[in-house]
């Protein structure tokens, strides 16, 4: 029987940020992953995390009290407000960043002018409240790069991953400035030298770097990390409840028990591809089959169902039981359908998204949850979740529609392969897409109409800070709104996904699983998306996914080594 001080499964960034946590206070830990390559579903993800108060916004002279940020959640959450989970999280995010800082490969970038999603609130952050993992030179991984998960492919540039912020902005300015044409030359070059040299891009950005320097940390650190290991079973002391002991494993063909002395951590990454339990707990998914999550397809709930038979309580009961995303489908030539998830163009001046009928149905610019938990409440029992992005041309040179790259980049395959609908009227686009033509053509005319003075009177694109950080800053006088008036016209069809599941295992402020009296199964941490969401199924701002992933993973490390992560 192999030995261990800890026993993690899976190797996205909160089982990672556990393990070199507990492995940097002398643990000796074990990782196991069922799939070829490390990094679940945080390698595609776009890498940022909310950590208030974090050090980054500190050094820039962005201070506030703990209070706000905890009065934002408080506001946010309501009823279920855990102010116990919460301040835990508060507390530790900001020590957290400081001790990989310090002790680890993990670099971090600011976000400091990206504002939370919901300004009704008075304590709503209009800054420093963001940050995400450095970009990262792959060749530091050595041969560990070929185990590192590139990033979904339908979201780069033909393999190249681009990073939000700056780095996206050159690629949109490439055609109109000097200045990104050259930026972005210099990246085409390196990204070409790097898929002779390395079959790959060594410039690793957003989720995938801060992967890449949590494998880089736990390699130096002496972290076993095992690829393709399959967890049959959890072992217990006495049964379920009992205190958990390890894990049967099968490696290689090969059954194998782990025993692993301070604990197992379960962090799986979630059930977005768990059909019968989306039928369960999702609203209007009445086969399961109507939900088309971006995460990875082997986020299927195993280790949910590892923590349940050792007797940890899955709570279904969140406001939302994930982290919704329009997502638009993409076939693939090997015939495999790949989700692109829409987490950028839908706040750019001059699209709109539409429902059957032609109406417009939310803030198109508003987060990706809020969009799609709008066009759940807007979709009548009996009608299909679905809705339409419709730009015009000139929208879809500049930023794109989805997979269609804006230009120098062709559209026309799009419109072949029947990605996108192109029309040279808006009846004609309507008629092609079974939209309502009256509908549609009053819409697009009531739109135009407020959008030629940068306004929106009917949903008020544009009218938050975190709707103008999303839109075009060199588009005035709304960054959000242009008119819809320059043919042909295009449609794209949004179905309803997400980027992770909210409900899960409950936990405690220690990482610790619990039962359904709210006991602690000892031995025992979820974090990541299989444990249940301490937002509550809210989503107050970006990166309140992988912020609490890492931080709990943290705190959990810090627990399981006996100590506190209260520095």
């Known amino acids: ?166 780095d996206l902005a050159h690629f949109f300015n490439a055609g109109r400035s000097p200045r990104s044409a050259l930026y972005v030359c210099g990246r085409l070059l390196r990204f070409a030298r790097d898929r002779l040299r390395h079959g790959r891009s060594m410039h690793l950005v957003n989720g995938n770097a801060l992967v890449a320097r949590l494998l880089k940390s736990a390699q130096d650190k002496g972290v076993d990390l095992i690829a393709e290991a399959h967890v049959e079973s959890l072992m217990q002391e006495d049964g379920p409840g009992s205190r958990v002991t390890g894990a049967r494993v099968s490696i290689d063909g090969r059954l194998e ?160 392969s029947g990605y996108i609908q192109r029309a040279p009227s808006i009846s004609q686009l309507a008629q092609i897409c079974g939209i309502d033509a009256s509908g549609l053509s009053d819409t697009i005319a009531a739109y135009n109409l407020g959008a030629a003075r940068g306004e929106d009177p009917e949903f008020g694109k544009g009218a938050t800070p975190y709707n103008r950080i999303q839109g075009d800053a060199s588009h005035t006088p709304n960054p959000c709104l242009a008119p819809i008036d320059k043919g042909p016209y295009y449609a794209l069809r949004l179905y309803p996904g997400s980027l992770g599941t909210f409900a899960g295992i409950s936990t405690d402020a220690f990482g610790r699983a619990t039962n359904a009296d709210g006991v602690a199964v000892e031995g025992l941490y979820v974090v990541g998306n299989d444990s249940a969401s301490i937002m509550e199924g809210n989503y107050p701002a970006g990166g309140v996914t992988l912020g609490p992933a890492v931080t709990f993973g943290f705190i959990a490390g810090h627990h399981a080594a006996g100590q506190s992560a209260s520095l």
Not at 21 to 26: P, S
Not at 134 to 161: C, N, S, W
């Open 1 to 166: 029987m192999q030995q261990c001080d800890l026993l993690v499964i899976g190797s996205g960034a909160g089982g990672l940020s556990a393990a070199v946590t507990a492995a940097t206070l002398g643990l000796k830990v074990v990782v196991l992953e069922k799939e070829p390559v490390f990094g679940g579903t945080s390698a595609w993800s776009g890498g940022w995390m909310w950590i208030p108060r974090n050090p980054l916004a500190m050094r820039a002279n962005i201070c506030e009290p703990v209070e706000r940020p905890l009065n934002y959640l408080r506001d946010e959450l309501g009823p279920r407000f855990d102010e116990k989970k919460i301040s835990a999280y508060l507390d530790a995010g900001p020590k957290m960043v400081s001790f990989f800082e310090s002790k680890t490969a993990v670099r971090f970038i600011d976000g400091n002018k990206i504002p939370d999603f919901h300004p009704s609130s008075e304590f709503a952050g209009l800054g420093g409240r963001s940050l995400c993992a450095a970009p990262y030179d792959g060749r530091e991984l050595g041969p560990l790069i070929r185990r590192l998960r590139p990033p979904l492919d339908e979201i780069t540039l033909r393999g190249l991953a681009i990073a939000s912020g700056k």
């Open 257 to 416: 028990d782990i025993a692993a002395r301070h604990g197992v951590v379960i962090a799986c990454g979630g059930y977005p591809h768990d059909v019968a339990r989306r039928r369960a707990t999702f609203p209007k998914t009445p086969t399961g089959h109507e939900h088309w999550s971006a995460a990875p397809p082997t986020n299927t709930g195993d280790g949910i169902r590892l923590a349940e038979a050792a007797g940890a309580h899955f709570d279904h009961t969140l406001k939302h039981p994930a982290a919704w995303a329009p997502v638009s489908l993409v076939h693939r030539r090997d015939g495999q359908i790949a989700r692109f998830p829409h987490l950028v163009e839908r706040a750019k001046p001059g699209v709109i998204a539409v429902m059957k009928n032609g109406k417009r149905f939310t803030n198109e610019a508003d987060s990706y949850h809020d969009f799609i938990a709008s066009l759940i409440d807007a979709t009548a029992q009996d009608e299909p979740l679905q809705a339409w992005l419709i730009c015009d041309h000139a929208f879809q040179r500049r930023y794109g529609l989805g997979f269609s790259k804006p230009f120098p980049l062709p559209v026309g395959p799009h419109v072949k």
